[in-house]
């Protein structure tokens, strides 16, 4: 089993910048790909950001591409995301994810696909 804990959320204006981290214990995923995915009020969770076990692939949706970076340290059992120049639409709360299959080859974009999820850190972005 791996827990997931998600910190880093906060209210920033529009323009800001904010750094999520999201720290694994019990089972350590540092074979696991990981990612971070959001879900605004009233809206379906949505992909940001994922990353590969080695840190050796990254892929992220439209909407935060070059904007956004998602990383790792396995040392840590710690992925990150930092958001640069944040936008209200971005206001969202903010999970981290990790996909035990190994094996699957590519990145997945979707909830289903991911085994643990954090709890979620809120992230507010005020025009």
């Known amino acids: 089993q791996v827990q997931l804990v998600e910190s880093g959320g906060g209210f920033v204006q529009a323009g800001g910048s904010l750094r999520l981290s999201c720290a694994a214990s019990g089972r350590t995923p540092i074979h696991y790909a990981m990612a971070w995915f959001r879900q605004a009020p009233g809206k379906e969770r949505t992909f940001v950001a994922a990353i590969n076990w080695n840190a050796g692939s990254t892929t992220y949706s439209d909407s935060v591409k070059g904007r956004f970076t998602i990383s790792r340290d396995n040392a840590k059992n710690t992925v990150y995301l930092q958001m640069n120049s944040l936008k209200p639409e971005d206001t969202a709360l903010y999970y981290c994810?990790?996909?035990?299959?190994?094996?699957?080859?590519?990145?997945?974009?979707?909830?289903?696909?991911?085994?643990?999820w954090g709890q979620g850190t809120q992230v507010t972005v005020s025009s």
């Open positions: 994810a990790a996909d035990r299959k190994v094996l699957r080859g590519f990145l997945s974009i979707t909830a289903r696909d991911y085994d643990y």
